[in-house]
C-alpha cells in the first residue's frame, strides 16, 4: 500500500470544506460529487489490479485537498481530469513501491471467538487513538436502529450545523481511518502475538 503522506493523515475540517466547495457551492451536491469522484476513482484502482484500492483512492482525495487553496481561484473546467491527473502520479509511486499484502490470521490455531476478541480489541485500541471529538461523533453516528437511527442522525447533523451529506462524509473519512488503523493492528497482533 501507498505510504500516505504524514500531512494528510490530519487532514483539518478547513481543507476539506474548501474541497467541497471546489467541486460545486451547493454542499449537498458538492457531497454527492465527493462520494462519485471516490467510486470512480476506486474503480480506476481496481482496474489497475492495484492492492487496496480504497486507500489509493483516499490518498489521492487527501492529496487533491491539500492543492484546492492553491489552484481554486485558476482553475478552469471540469473537476474529474485534475482528479485523475492526480491519480496517476499515485498509481505511478504505487507501482515503485511493493505493496504489503496482509497475512491473514491463522483460523486453525485461532478460535473464532478469540478472532473476534482481537478484532474488538483493535477497534477499541484506535477509537482511543483518534481525538475525542471524532470519537464522540462515529460512536454516535452508528447509536439506534433503523428509523431511529435515520432521525438521529439528522439531529446529529442539525448539531453540527451541516448538512445530512456533510455528516456522511466525515464520519465515511474517519471511518476509513479507523478501519486501516484496525487492520494495522490485527495483522500486528497476529505476527506478534500481540493482545489490545
Not at 487513538?129 to 454516535?140: E, H
Request: glycine share 4%; charged share 30%.
Amino acid at each position: 500500500m501507498l505510504p500516505p503522506l504524514e500531512n494528510n493523515r490530519n487532514l483539518t475540517q478547513d481543507p476539506f470544506d474548501d474541497l467541497l466547495n471546489w467541486l460545486n457551492s451547493d454542499r449537498d451536491l458538492a457531497g454527492m460529487a465527493y462520494e462519485d469522484m471516490r467510486r470512480r476513482l476506486i474503480k480506476l484502482f481496481v482496474c489497475r489490479h492495484c492492492h487496496d484500492p480504497e486507500s489509493l483512492a483516499d490518498e489521492t482525495i487527501n492529496r487533491v485537498t491539500m492543492k484546492v487553496r492553491q489552484i481554486k481561484d485558476t482553475f478552469v473546467g471540469p473537476r474529474e481530469p485534475y482528479f485523475y491527473a492526480v491519480a496517476n502520479k499515485v498509481h505511478l509511486e504505487y507501482l515503485r513501491v511493493k505493496p504489503t499484502i496482509p497475512v491473514p490470521l491463522d483460523l486453525s490455531a485461532t478460535t473464532m471467538s478469540d478472532r473476534v476478541e482481537a478484532e474488538y480489541g483493535c477497534l477499541e485500541h484506535c477509537l482511543e487513538r483518534q481525538s475525542p471529538a471524532n470519537r464522540k461523533l462515529v460512536l454516535a453516528y452508528y447509536k439506534g436502529e433503523k428509523r431511529t437511527k435515520i432521525e438521529y442522525r439528522k439531529g446529529l447533523a442539525e448539531q453540527y450545523g451541516i448538512a445530512l451529506n456533510a455528516l456522511r462524509i466525515r464520519v465515511h473519512r474517519i471511518r476509513a481511518l479507523l478501519e486501516e488503523c484496525v487492520k494495522s493492528c490485527i495483522n500486528t497482533s497476529a505476527g506478534n502475538g500481540i493482545d489490545h
